[in-house]
């Protein structure tokens, strides 16, 4: 593969990494590394803002975890990038499509293997 399109590619992760991660610490906090909490808004004690909150933390608890799993795919990514082994699929092996990884930089599995898994 072409040291340019990785080094592109490496641009896009890292850029893609900085708006999760700004992302996440707005919705959670840090409990560790690539660990985080959805946060839990306190708004009062009665039964409608107990309802408010449970809501809130809710939503924030599924944003959170899709967040998390999109950077944990980044950080992947960025670590296959630097081992050399980027863009090859993790099920069959095959090189992923350039247009794949344009598309999507953090993929890890060729579009023939994606649509078996779905
Ligand atoms: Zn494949």
Do not use: H, W
Request: proline share 2%.
């Amino acid at each position: 593969m072409d040291a340019k399109f990785i080094a592109e590619r490496k641009k896009d992760l890292e850029k893609r990494r900085e708006e999760l991660l700004r992302e996440l610490n707005v919705d959670a906090e840090q409990v560790g590394d690539n660990n985080y909490d959805a946060k839990f808004v306190d708004f009062g004690d009665k039964d409608d803002e107990n309802a408010a909150e449970v809501a809130t933390f809710e939503k924030n608890l599924s944003l959170e975890k899709t967040l998390e799993v999109s950077l944990f795919n980044v950080n992947k990514a960025i670590e296959k990038i630097e081992q050399g082994k980027y863009g090859l699929c993790e099920r069959c092996g095959q090189p992923i499509s350039l247009e794949r990884l344009e598309a999507f930089p953090s993929a890890t599995s060729c579009m023939s293997c994606k649509q078996k898994s779905l």
